[in-house]
């Protein structure tokens, strides 16, 4: 499609001037003062408001394009801007309204003020480098020589048409017009195409700084998506640039992290020192600019510090690298820019294309550095890791050094406390029995205490040496044939006294008859005074203490039930624990161990049989082992 170009407003207007040539001027007379041009009213209105929508297009372009900019460009819009209104107000006043009236005496004056329009645009160009030289060197010569192809082809074309007559007189005949303004309309139309072809011969030649946007774009985005690593990032994101903007050298700069501390990723052209870069990144925030140009107009002292630390670094723009509109934040780091190898400035095209490209960057590198904070931080947490292992494996050993001795000092005091109790046992029984005399029932009340307490001295003994055998594995099973309600009778029979102290009642029905069983008796019978001792402790006075012993044909099963102080239901599970003794059981007995109930579950477990164990809070439990008969069953002896 064939696009129409504002060129097509003038040329109807010059084609109508050649159908009629009075269209606007219809003669010239001479005055006192000098010429006079006589307008044709119609037509020179016409004209007036052709020129007028023209100055008043160009002044809203530039106005709105004023609005819409920000430092260094606003500054230099401004200048252009008031050149324009110079030139535009004065020139219409001397050549267009002042004629208008019939006044001509100082047209002369309407050229002389667009030196004010060429003057603002030439002082913009100085201060603010408004335009890329290069750029104007090429559309210039476009333009050119378009027009001079063009000229050139319409002047042959219809001089080949017409017949190459050259018209002796003043009156040119309707169809010789007619062919001019067909090839002015047709030379309008193809101005634009033509003008295409000399822009890119112009750009090879005299703009050598061109390159794709969208090209340049696209390659950042396969570099942003593809690494994780900051370095490799950074280094392909600077050669991109490098190589499609062709400055001398980009490098960044990026902020210290929590693992990290501040870095650059440099081109090996760039020599900044880090103390510059420390200055920069503390200047930087009290800019307002994201894309800082070396050459902006400064307003404060900030700004004039930044000038000259980029100045003696030979940077020539500095991108920030903020997510935030609000500039006062230092944000992640910064691109850092040298001049472009051509010599040539930075164009609009180059600011735009910087600012995308921050924008795009900011965001790939808070991933990356988020990314790499927390590898940092695995590592750091392993490092730490480690040698929180290596610190508890040290002073694991020394616990388990610390425990063996321990252990060697529990075996070594109980077997050394075992032999006195027992003889001091054993003497308690004699007294007991009469061997020494008769004894009155209190002398023997007390004594039958002391000789309980005894007993229980030994068994707690016993405890204790089975869990240093269970740690230094000399703990033995030492199985024989026993007739249990016998062995059950024996305990009972030792602690009813105990029992009957404290207003309590043992109920214990001994089975008529009974298989034999293989067990170890020792640590049975220390099992069976566990469990009846611990009823007798728990339970308040006038409460009753069931033993029951019974035989199926698959086991055997031995109880002690209670109605005391019963154990909490959430504690229940930990009761069996070494050490371990529920919170109502330390208030009622603050002296326990918490190694019998232990003890007991080892010993049982141990011939292969299971414990019994069932409680309710306040109102009693019930403790025993089973073992299946196949296990433990014996032959009765004949």
């Known amino acids: 499609m064939i696009k129409l170009t504002p060129t097509l407003p003038t040329v109807l207007l010059i084609a109508i001037m050649i159908f009629e040539p009075t269209f606007i001027i219809e003669g010239v007379t001479e005055r006192s003062w000098g010429k006079e041009v006589l307008l044709n009213k119609s037509g020179y209105g016409i004209f007036t408001l052709y020129f007028a929508s023209y100055v008043l297009i160009g002044f809203v372009t530039i106005l709105i394009e004023f609005l819409r900019s920000k430092g260094a460009r606003k500054l230099y819009l401004k200048l252009v801007f008031i050149g324009l209104i110079i030139a535009f107000g004065m020139g219409t006043t001397f050549n267009l309204i002042l004629p208008a009236l019939g006044n001509y005496q100082y047209i002369w004056l ?62 040119i005949s309707f169809t010789t017009r007619l062919v001019y303004t067909f090839l ?71 902020r210290e992290t929590s693992y990290v501390s501040s870095r650059v990723v440099a081109s090996e052209k760039q020599n900044i020192s880090q103390t510059d870069l420390e200055k920069i990144h503390q200047v930087s925030p009290r800019i307002k600019y994201r894309i800082y140009h070396i050459n902006q107009e400064t307003s404060n002292n900030e700004e004039a510090m930044l000038n000259q630390l980029m100045q003696d670094n030979g940077i020539e723009i500095i991108g920030r690298l903020v997510s935030t509109l609000k500039y006062e934040v230092a944000g992640v780091g910064y691109l850092i820019l040298g ?57 694991n050993e020394k616990l388990k050094a610390l425990d063996e001795a321990k252990d060697e000092f529990v075996s070594m005091a109980s077997h050394q406390l075992r032999t006195p109790l027992t003889t001091i046992k054993g003497y308690l029984s004699m007294v007991l029995e009469g061997d020494a005399g008769d004894i009155t029932p209190t002398q023997k009340d ?175 439990s019930t403790f025993g082992f089973s073992f299946p008969k196949d296990k433990i069953l014996a032959q009765e002896p004949s």
Do not use: W
């Not at 329009?117 to 160009?125: G, H, L, M």
């Not at 069976?528 to 012993?549: E, H, Q, R, S, W």
């Not at 698959?554 to 102080?565: A, Q």
């Open 184 to 254: 002015a309309i047709v030379t309008a139309i193809v101005y634009q195409p033509v003008r295409s072809v000399f822009d890119k011969i112009s750009n090879r030649l005299f703009y050598q700084d061109s390159y794709e946007t969208q090209a340049l774009l696209d390659d950042l985005n396969k570099v942003l998506v593809s690494d994780v690593e900051i370095n490799s990032l950074l280094s392909k994101t600077a050669s991109l640039i490098e190589q499609n903007l062709k400055v001398t050298y980009c490098s960044f700069y990026i």
């Open 339 to 395: 001049s472009k190898q051509s010599g040539a400035v930075y164009s609009d095209q180059d600011m735009k294309v910087l600012e995308i490209i921050t924008n795009e960057l900011v965001l790939a590198v808070e991933n990356v550095l988020r990314y790499e904070e927390i590898e940092k931080f695995n590592e750091t947490l392993q490092k730490k890791i480690d040698d929180a292992t290596k610190e508890l494996r040290k002073n």
């Open 110 to 171: 309407g050229p002389l003020f667009t030196l004010a329009y060429v003057i603002s645009i030439s002082y913009a160009i100085i201060k603010h480098r408004l335009f890329d030289v290069g750029l104007l060197v090429a559309r210039s010569a476009a333009y050119i020589l378009s027009t001079a192809t063009l000229a050139v082809v319409y002047v042959i074309v219809a001089f080949s048409i017409i017949g190459g007559v050259v018209f002796k007189t003043d009156d």
């Open 446 to 620: 007390m004594l039958g205490q002391a000789l309980f307490s005894s007993q229980r001295m030994v068994y707690l003994i016993s405890d204790l040496l089975n869990v240093s055998r269970l740690k230094t594995g000399k703990f033995l099973i030492e199985p024989k044939n026993i007739y249990l309600p016998d062995v059950i009778e024996t305990e009972i029979d030792q602690l009813r006294d105990g029992a009957k102290s404290k207003e309590l009642t043992i109920e214990y029905i001994k089975p008529d008859s009974f298989s034999h069983v293989m067990l170890d008796e020792m640590k049975i019978r220390q099992v069976i005074m566990n469990f009846t001792d611990n009823a007798i402790y728990y339970t308040k006075p006038g409460g009753t203490i069931t033993v029951g012993l019974k035989e199926t044909s698959k086991s055997i099963e031995f109880t002690v039930t209670d109605d005391g102080i019963g154990v909490p239901k959430e504690q229940q599970h930990k009761l069996f624990a070494k050490f371990y003794r529920a919170e109502n059981a330390r208030k009622a007995r603050p002296d326990g161990t918490g190694l019998g109930l232990f003890m007991a579950k080892k010993v049982i477990i141990a011939q292969e049989g299971s414990i019994v164990f069932k409680s309710k809070e306040g109102k009693g």
